[in-house]
């Protein structure tokens, strides 16, 4: 069974396109987390959801809107997609606020 | 804010040689988790070994085990035996456990490769 699944895996679109990545996890976990990946392997935190309830956005472009319809799903809304955008997005959940985190398999996201 | 500082962007060694990745941070918090995530070729992000800042005793994982200094801030991570199916990215990370959601802060990875 798998914990923390993402669709699609393999996301190719053209500039200026909105796209969606969705996230889903069947540990029952109360938070959930978005990374991105960038071209040199650097991972950063975009966005955390605590009990549907968003708990920071570090600086992202207001253009990526996370979306949570229940506590097992978080999907991210990409508008207007740029070259920049490019990058590998992961999904992650965990138990609690601030503990181990268990991620998805990722989306490699190709804007040309 | 916390800094991860991973010094090595690349290492290589022989099978069943044993290899230890640094890995220094910067924090004023007094609690929090330390981390090292190893990334294969596939870009799942796996688990290797956690550490929480108040327990002294160094964790340890079958062929993985940390050398936890806290008062200088270093967090090494030491693969004994290693074995090509080590051959990875690898990442130290730090997370704030006092509340919140912060998240995990990552280093910038060592690319570690293991040579048959």
């Known amino acids: 069974d798998t914990a923390v699944s993402q669709t699609p895996k393999y996301l190719v679109t053209q500039m200026g396109n909105d796209k969606s990545i969705k996230c889903e996890q069947n540990?029952?976990?109360?938070?959930m987390y978005w990374y991105k990946q960038d071209s040199k392997k650097f991972l950063k935190i975009m966005f955390s959801?605590?009990?549907?309830?968003?708990?920071i956005n570090e600086t992202v472009p207001n253009r990526f809107s996370p979306k949570s319809p229940d506590k097992a799903h978080l999907n991210l809304h990409i508008n207007s997609l740029e070259l920049g955008d490019s990058a590998v997005y992961f999904c992650?959940?965990?138990?609690?606020?601030?503990?181990?985190?268990?991620f998805g398999p990722g989306t490699r996201l190709t804007v040309t | 804010a916390q800094t991860v500082t991973q010094s090595q962007p690349e290492m290589s060694v022989q099978e069943a040689e044993t290899v230890t990745l640094s890995c220094t941070y910067d924090?004023?918090?007094?609690?929090?988790?330390l981390f090292w995530y190893k990334q294969p070729p596939s870009r799942q992000m796996i688990l290797v070994i956690r550490?929480?800042?108040?327990?002294?005793q160094n964790a340890t994982e079958n062929r993985f085990s940390v050398n936890f200094q806290k008062a200088a801030k270093s967090f090494s991570l030491k693969i004994s035996d290693s074995q090509l199916g080590d051959t990875a990215m690898y990442f130290c990370?730090?997370?704030?456990?006092?509340?919140?959601?912060?998240?995990?802060?990552f280093g910038k990875g060592t690319h570690l490769i293991i040579q048959p």
């Open positions: 992650a959940s965990s138990p609690l606020a601030n503990y181990e985190q268990y």
């Open positions: 540990l029952g976990h109360d938070t």
């Open positions: 959801y605590n009990n549907k309830e968003l708990i």
């Open positions: 924090t004023s918090e007094n609690n929090y988790y």
């Open positions: 550490q929480e800042a108040y327990k002294q």
């Open positions: 990370a730090f997370m704030y456990s006092g509340g919140g959601a912060d998240g995990l802060t």
